[in-house]
Structures are given as C-alpha cells and as structure tokens.
C-alpha cells in the first residue's frame, strides 16, 4: 500500500507524483497502470467537453473540478511519455510556456509589429502551403467544427466555399433522391459542408448554432416527457 502524505493544499508536482503511483508496475492501481494513450483517448475528450459544458452553465465550482480532470488527462498522457523515455511534464510547461512567450512578442520581446498571428504561427509550424495548413486542423474535431475551420483556412489562401442557400437546397434534393446509401451519405456530407458555409457566411459558428438547437429539442422534450 502506498501512503501519500495529508496536505492542506496539493499542487501539480502532487498531481504528478500521484500518477505516477498509480502508474507503478508494482504496488499501482490495476486499471491505471495497464491504460495507453489509445484507451483513454475518449477520457480526454470527454473531460475536455465536461470542462465546456461548466462553462456554458457559467459554474465555477464546477469548472474548476472539470479543469482539474483536464490536467489529470494532461498529467497521466505525460506519464505514459515519461515512462517511454520520451517527455516529461515539466517539458511539456517548458513548451507551453516558450510557446507563448515566442507568440506575443508584442508583450514580451517589445514588438509591436507583429498583426497577423496565423502567419506568424504557420511560419513556427513550417506550414507554408494551403495543403500544410489544411492538413493542421485536428481530424478529431467534430465534424461540423472542423468543416467550418477548413472553410476558415481554406478563405486565407483565397479559396471560397460555396455558401449560397440554394447549394443547401441542391444538396439537400440529392439526398432525397440518391439512388443508394453510399451516394446518400456523400450527398449528406455535401450539405452538411455547404451549410456550414452558409452559416460562416452569414457571421455564425454552425457547431454552437447546432448546439443551441439540441438544447432547444432537449428543453422542448423534457417539458412533455410523453411526446
């Protein structure tokens, strides 16, 4: 048995050394010390969209649980990395921290030049083609979001998506009258794209827009349970 001493206050270095407890191969917690990046890859999704749904509620108390979650996603990947000879946490803040201060100039180096931040982050990352940029935007985002951030790069190199309603509608017709499943679905994800460009177009984020509706469907239903 492992016995962790009683604080009044635990900090990050006590988070860090809890995981790695728990992690140990002898004397660890069973469940932990067996998981990899791949099986509490959902966990971190999920505590990160906890963490949201704080804040939408406009909770504190508990935003401040839910960001503690985050950090313990954060810490137990770290740990993994650790274990493999690869990174520790502390690389991970030296990272963070290097990364901020190399993106504000205008705050710490007294340059006060510096207006477009994507530019300067594209040319950080080596991305110097609408391909490179393209192929930055996380393939793990829902997929509204994410059509809607490749509309947003793709707009920076000039290339425009078709926003009109009448490319909805068009869409739209073609999934009412596909003639099998799989040119449905590609009809499908032909709309859904064109309506994120509509809703782009007309100033409006499509995921928070879809969200609001789902809330709006689960308020209206929760009212008439029976309906």
């Known amino acids: 048995m492992n016995a962790y001493p009683e604080k009044q206050q635990y900090t990050a270095d006590d988070l860090v050394?809890?995981?790695?407890?728990?992690?140990?191969?002898?004397?660890?917690?069973?469940?932990?010390?067996?998981?990899?990046?791949?099986?509490?890859?959902?966990?971190?999704?999920?505590?990160?969209?906890?963490?949201?749904?704080?804040?939408?509620?406009?909770?504190?108390?508990?935003?401040?649980?839910?960001?503690?979650?985050?950090?313990?996603?954060?810490?137990?990947?770290?740990?993994?990395?650790?274990?493999?000879?690869?990174?520790?946490?502390?690389?991970?803040?030296?990272?963070?921290?290097?990364?901020?201060?190399?993106?504000?100039?205008?705050?710490?180096?007294?340059?006060?030049?510096?207006?477009?931040w994507d530019s300067l982050k594209n040319k950080e990352k080596g991305r110097l083609t609408l391909a490179d940029d393209l192929e930055s935007v996380p393939k793990a985002l829902p997929a509204l979001m994410r059509a809607a951030k490749l509309q947003k790069r793709a707009a920076r190199y000039g290339v425009q998506t078709e926003s009109a309603a009448d490319t909805v509608a068009a869409a739209a017709a073609a999934v009412a009258t596909a003639p099998d499943k799989a040119r449905a679905e590609q009809a499908m994800g032909q709309l859904l794209f064109a309506a994120a460009a509509l809703a782009r177009s007309a100033g409006i984020d499509p995921e928070q827009a879809l969200q609001k509706c789902n809330a709006a469907f689960t308020t209206a239903h929760a009212d008439n349970p029976e309906s």
């Open 17 to 116: 050394a809890i995981i790695a407890i728990l992690r140990e191969p002898e004397g660890g917690c069973p469940w932990d010390k067996v998981q990899t990046h791949t099986s509490i890859r959902m966990n971190f999704l999920e505590e990160a969209y906890e963490a949201v749904d704080a804040i939408d509620l406009n909770d504190p108390e508990l935003l401040c649980e839910e960001l503690g979650d985050v950090m313990m996603q954060v810490v137990f990947h770290a740990q993994i990395e650790r274990e493999a000879g690869h990174f520790t946490f502390d690389e991970v803040c030296d990272g963070v921290c290097r990364k901020l201060i190399e993106r504000h100039p205008h705050i710490f180096g007294g340059d006060e030049s510096i207006k477009d």
